[in-house]
């Protein structure tokens, strides 16, 4: 072998375990600063690591914790999370950050949204000019302490993507209506075939649905839509389809449902009618014509579908557009329709004149004429720690 080959493999060899030292050296520095870097600044991790699931009690004094509503302006104040994807105001997020690591449970699944969402937020940020997630913490982390001015330390938990899967749930059976709205809408509906027509559900499951939109009314939301659908019917929506072009009849109510359920159901109708609810003023008007959950009484049944013309004129006067879904209710007239002409012709001109009057009566009733507003309000009551 010649002198120059043995130079050659020498200089290669030397090379190589150069650029392995190299690697190595940039192998430790990277563990190291990834490691020393806070909390903060780590991705949601997807590995099974051990994990403490222990629901803690919020720190945060009772009468300061954030209502629910309250939370959600936070969060919205906090980022632009629809154009720009940065940081709008900090003082708004230092405060939604400090209640979510000190368990305040109606902070914490916007804290765990923007987690979810920080990269996205970092480089649309940066684009833009906004301050992304990662500078904040850098310019604003010494203002993450508590009312005795402790450095807080982020959950742990919150790194785990099982959060959702079992904390959420917990959360939900502990009854913090926040959680329990979601839980119970999410497993009361069973989607659609490949038709487009929405699947029946098993008693069971929406059971299951009915106790955790009980638990968010008692909460304080207004949640009487979703529930009375789960009660009524076994689809579990008021809607055969989902283009909202065959509404379910009160006539096809699920068998297994108890005769008291079937009254509390119409009773909820009526609260929601008494906010404008066209269905809701719908539902009562089929009570009354079929004797079911109210009892059987064309009069009052022909006022109540006077009434559902009545709204409809009144909202439109109003120019009040977001008050119901108004591509959701066309069956709802052709249906409404179909029961007065049925009843006009077996009522009587005195029966007719006793609806028109009933029908006065029942327009005094009225609390709301912007329904999806009313729908979308969560009552204000004392957050549990």
Known sequence: MSYSTKATKSILKKLIILVIVFCVIIGIVHYYCYNSTNLDDNPIQSENITMDYTIYPSTIPENELLRIDEAKKLYQYAFDDQVFYGVVDPDSLVKLI????????????????????????????????????????????????????????????????????????????????????????????????????????????????????????????????????????????????????????????????????????????????????????????????????????????????????????????QGNNLAWHAYQLPPVWEYNKEIQTRLEKILNPAQQQAAQDYLMELQTKIIDWNYNRWRDQIDDFHPKP
């Open 98 to 317: 400090k209640h979510a690591w000190q368990w305040d449970k109606n902070a914490m699944p916007y804290y765990y949204d923007l987690l979810h969402w920080k990269d996205l937020y970092d480089e649309r940020g940066k684009e833009e000019g906004m301050m992304s997630f990662t500078e904040f913490m850098r310019k604003y982390r010494d203002q993450l302490v508590d009312n005795a001015g402790n450095p807080l330390v982020e959950p742990k938990v919150f790194r785990s993507i099982q959060m959702r899967g079992y904390l959420w749930d917990k959360f939900a059976d502990l009854k913090y209506p926040k959680f329990a709205f979601k839980k119970g809408w999410g497993i009361g509906f069973c989607w659609y075939d490949e038709k487009g027509i929405v699947r029946p559900c098993p008693d069971d499951k929406l059971e299951e649905s009915i106790k955790y939109l009980n638990y968010a009314l008692e909460g304080g939301y207004h949640c009487y839509e979703d529930l009375i659908a789960r009660m009524l019917f076994q689809q579990g929506d008021h809607y055969k389809d989902e283009h909202y072009k065959k509404i379910n009849k009160l006539t096809e109510y699920r068998k297994s449902l108890k005769s008291e359920d079937l009254k509390l159901s119409i009773d909820y109708a009526q609260l929601m009618a008494e906010h404008s609810s066209i269905i809701g003023i719908l539902r009562v008007t089929e009570a009354y014509l079929y004797g079911l959950g109210r009892e059987h009484d064309i009069v009052k049944a022909y006022a109540w579908s006077l009434l559902s013309d009545y709204a409809k004129q009144k909202i439109e006067e």
